[in-house]
């Protein structure tokens, strides 16, 4: 049943990271519209490319059943972590959009989920 719920965090988590990935490289206007402008384009399109490439890993291993796998957890768990970490620093501080903040959630709430569906060995010992 875990192992369901993690399925779902990580192909979630695969299309969230792949939509606002690609958003401010197919349409940068709307995105700023939503997140605020920018001072520089090709940092957001990075940033956006990198969110994508996240977001494929995840997906493949969705699509691969490789759910349990520790370096994909660490991979999205690690990933999340850091979105949380920029969107909530310079969120509070009002360097960027408080939209942010609502990222942040998310993200908190992808690590939350994703460390709840952790096995343990006690798991293990009893299939």
Not at 21 to 50: C, N, Q, R, Y
Not at 73 to 100: C, E, H, K, N, Q
Request: glycine share 10%; hydrophobic share 50%; with cysteine.
């Amino acid at each position: 049943m875990r192992d369901q719920w993690r399925w779902r965090l990580l192909a979630f988590q695969s299309g969230y990271y792949g939509v606002t990935g690609i958003w401010p490289i197919l349409h940068l206007p709307s995105f700023e519209a939503i997140t605020g402008p920018k001072v520089d384009d090709w940092l957001v399109h990075m940033v956006g490319l990198l969110a994508a490439a996240i977001g494929l890993v995840l997906g493949a291993a969705t699509l691969r059943n490789r759910v349990r796998s520790p370096d994909i957890v660490l991979l999205a768990i690690a990933s999340a972590a850091a979105f949380a970490s920029i969107d909530i620093w310079y969120g509070v501080t009002g360097r960027i959009s408080p939209i942010y903040l609502a990222d942040a959630c998310m993200q908190i709430g992808l690590i939350a989920g994703l460390l709840f569906t952790r096995r343990t060995s006690s798991d293990a010992e009893g299939r």
